[in-house]
Nanobody, 118 residues
């Protein structure tokens, strides 16, 4: 059974930091490109960051560059999102996504809420 389980969300003050984790099971994690997405209330889901299978390449949405860092540990089947200098507009549900670069098979996690507020 395929599972992607996000954790690490919560309430943080503006300027603070959070580290999200997404742990995978039921598929060959190291063979999948991993991404973080987010969806704010009333808005479409948007891409935050992507990391390739071995972690050799990363990409970020412009508004996250310099503040967010995506990384992965294939030995732990886990992808991370380090979020610094958080702003109220970063408030959203954050989802991880796995995509096979060969078959394009896609899996989503259930999401974790991040709220940035004083």
């Amino acid at each position: 059974q395929v599972q992607l389980v996000e954790s690490g969300g919560g309430l943080v003050q503006p300027g603070g930091s959070l580290r999200l984790s997404c742990t995978a099971s039921g598929f060959t994690f190291s063979s999948y490109t991993m991404s973080w997405y987010r969806q704010a209330p009333g808005k479409e889901r948007e891409l935050v960051a992507t990391i390739t299978t071995a972690g050799g390449s990363t990409n970020y949405a412009d508004s996250m560059k310099g503040r967010f860092t995506i990384s992965r540990d294939n030995s732990k089947n886990t992808v991370y999102l380090q979020m610094n200098s958080l702003k109220p507009e970063d408030t959203a549900v954050y989802y991880c996504k796995a995509v096979s670069p060969f078959s394009y098979r896609t899996y989503w996690g259930q999401g974790t809420q991040v709220t940035v507020s004083s």
